[in-house]
């Protein structure tokens, strides 16, 4: 579970009372996350989390989720936890992110956690955590830090 850093545990209130629609319909326009059968489980203020189910084809030559995958749920799980924070006429790029691996990622589903640790008009932060799940047992695969840009007056296409 996504322990919160010291911080980011005061109040967010999103400048958009209809965020969640907005970061839903801009999820479901991501061709990325449909492909690999990624969704949105989980939304709230600065709170985001993704659920991908394991598939045989998203593995490498061990049979573990590619790191790819989980660098990219993990992505998407960052940057809609910051864009729930976004201004309504704004959308969101990732700047950069790091991701650690952990452990490896095999299970019956991956779980990406992301909050936004520093909100910004320009640039956000925001850190997450990609979780494997097997017989009902999270394990911690990955840890991610990430810079978002505020694309203020850029609707998503």
């Known amino acids: 579970m996504l322990a919160s850093f010291p911080g980011t545990d005061r109040q967010k209130v999103p400048p958009d009372p209809?965020?969640?629609?907005?970061?839903?319909l801009s999820f479901d326009r991501q061709g990325a996350m449909r492909l690999i059968g990624a969704r949105i489980s989980k939304l709230g203020p600065g709170y985001c989390c993704v659920e991908l189910p394991y598939r045989d084809d998203l593995t490498q030559q061990h049979g573990y989720i590619h790191?790819?995958?989980v660098g990219a749920i993990a992505d998407a799980a960052g940057g809609y936890a910051g864009f729930t924070l976004f201004p309504a006429d704004a959308s969101v790029l990732t700047v950069e992110y790091k991701l650690n691996l952990?452990?490896?990622?095999?299970?019956?589903?991956?779980?990406?956690?992301?909050?936004?640790?520093?909100?910004?008009?320009?640039?956000?932060?925001?850190?997450?955590?990609?979780?494997?799940?097997?017989?009902?047992?999270?394990?911690?695969?990955?840890?991610?830090?990430?810079?978002?840009?505020?694309?203020?007056?850029?609707?998503?296409?």
């Open 18 to 24: 209809d965020y969640e629609r907005r970061v839903r």
């Open 102 to 157: 952990i452990a490896p990622a095999i299970g019956e589903r991956l779980i990406a956690e992301a909050e936004i640790v520093k909100p910004g008009r320009t640039l956000a932060i925001t850190r997450g955590e990609v979780y494997a799940e097997r017989a009902g047992k999270r394990t911690l695969c990955a840890i991610m830090q990430q810079t978002l840009m505020v694309m203020a007056g850029t609707p998503d296409r």
């Open 67 to 69: 790191a790819g995958i």
